[in-house]
C-alpha cells in the first residue's frame, strides 16, 4: 500500500486545470518538484476519494481524460469513458479504499485501455482524501517525444522518425505507405535503413528496443 504524507491530504487547495477540469492539488507537495517531475513521465498517473474527486492528476493522465479513455473528468470527478463501466469502476475505488489492488480493462471500439487501481494509505477523513492512485496504461509503444529523440539520436532522417513512429503506433508498413502516400517497397526500404542504424534484426526486435525507451511526456495537455 502506498503511503501518502500527511502534508498531501491534509493541505490541499484548488488547481484549476482549465476547460472541464476543476480537480484539487496538495500545493507544498505537488505544486514544487514532484509535481514538475510527474509530468515529465509519459504514464498517467491520478489520485481520486473513494468517490471519484480528483486530488491530483499529471500531465499524462489529464491527456486521456481529454480523449476519454479509459476514462474522463466531470465537475472534478473522475469517471469511466463509457456509462457501461460505471459499476466496475467504482466497485474498483471502493476495493482500493479497502487496501485491495485490482486492474480494469476497457473496449473502446475494439481497442483495449487499461486502468490500475491501487490503494493510497491516509489517516485523514476517508470522505476527502485521497484513497486510490490511478495508474493509466500506456497507448502505444513508445511516445511521439521519446520517438523523436530517439530518431536524432541514431541520425535518422525525418521521413524515417515518421515511419517509426507510425511503427510504434501499431501500423503496418502497407498502411505506412498508404498514409504517406508512396510505394510498399520504399517504406520496406525506410524501414531496413532504421534496422541497420538501431542494429536490430527484425521489426518485432525495433519495436521491443523502442518500448524500453524512457516515456518522456509531451509539453501540452
Known amino acids: 500500500m502506498i503511503s ?20 484539487v492539488c496538495p500545493r507544498d507537495v505537488f ?3 514532484l509535481a514538475a517531475i ?5 504514464i498517467g498517473v491520478l489520485m481520486a476519494t473513494a468517490q471519484g474527486r480528483v486530488v491530483y492528476a ?10 476519454g479513455r479509459p476514462c474522463r473528468l466531470s465537475n472534478g ?8 463501466d460505471a459499476a466496475a469502476f467504482d466497485r474498483a475505488l471502493l476495493q482500493a479504499r479497502s487496501g485491495r489492488r485490482s486492474l480494469l ?3 473502446f471500439d475494439g481497442e483495449l485501455t487499461s486502468l490500475a487501481f491501487a490503494p493510497v494509505q491516509s489517516d485523514d477523513d476517508l470522505q476527502t482524501s485521497p484513497c486510490a492512485l490511478l495508474i493509466f496504461g500506456r497507448q502505444e509503444v513508445c511516445g511521439p517525444l521519446s520517438v523523436q529523440f530517439f530518431a536524432r539520436e541514431h541520425g535518422m532522417t525525418a521521413t524515417e522518425s ?5 511503427l510504434c503506433n501499431g501500423h503496418s508498413p502497407q498502411r505506412i505507405a498508404d498514409d504517406l502516400g508512396t510505394a510498399i517497397s520504399t517504406i520496406r526500404t525506410h524501414i531496413l535503413k532504421i534496422r541497420e542504424k538501431i542494429g536490430v534484426r527484425s521489426i518485432t526486435d525495433l519495436l521491443c528496443v523502442a518500448s524500453r525507451l524512457p516515456p518522456l511526456s509531451l509539453a501540452s495537455v
Open 4 to 23: 501518502i504524507p500527511e502534508s498531501v491530504s491534509s493541505s490541499i487547495v484548488a488547481r484549476s486545470l482549465g476547460g472541464p477540469f476543476d480537480a
Open 31 to 33: 505544486d514544487g518538484a
Open 38 to 42: 510527474l509530468d515529465e513521465v509519459d
Open 58 to 67: 499529471n500531465r499524462s493522465a489529464l491527456r486521456a481524460c481529454v480523449r
Open 77 to 84: 470527478h473522475v469517471q469511466p469513458g463509457c456509462a457501461r
Open 105 to 107: 480493462s476497457f473496449d
Open 162 to 166: 515518421a515511419v517509426l513512429a507510425a
